[in-house]
């Protein structure tokens, strides 16, 4: 059975940074397509970042220079660097193995407010 449990969310302030690690079970994330989403209430689930099976990388535009996605084979967890965090980064932050119709964690909230 696949779980996917993320930790490391918290209030920080403007500028700085968290670091949000997904714990999985039932799959290895080097065989596996693992991302981040965030969801704001009232508006659609967004794709953060992706980084998928084969090693490449993709992050959506907003966060590109600020967050990096990576996974620990050895530690079979997949975490994201969340720095110079803004306002807008305020969401629930899911971690999802095999896309939309795929597994999801329970989220973990982030909020960047001073």
């Known amino acids: 059975q696949v779980q996917l449990v993320e930790s490391g969310g918290g209030l920080v302030q403007p500028g700085g940074s968290l670091r949000l690690s997904c714990a999985t079970s039932g799959i290895i994330v080097r065989e596996s397509d693992v991302a981040w989403y965030r969801q704001v209430p009232g508006k659609e689930l967004e794709l953060v970042a992706v980084?998928?099976?084969?090693?490449?990388?993709r992050y959506t535009e907003a966060v590109k220079g600020r967050f990096t996605i990576s996974r620990d084979g050895a530690q079979n967890t997949v975490s994201l660097q969340m720095n110079n965090l803004k306002p807008e980064d305020t969401a629930v932050y899911y971690c999802?193995?095999?896309?939309?119709?795929?597994?999801w964690g329970q989220g973990t909230q982030v909020t960047v407010s001073s």
């Open positions: 980084i998928r099976s084969a090693g490449t990388i």
């Open positions: 999802n193995a095999g896309g939309r119709s795929g597994r």
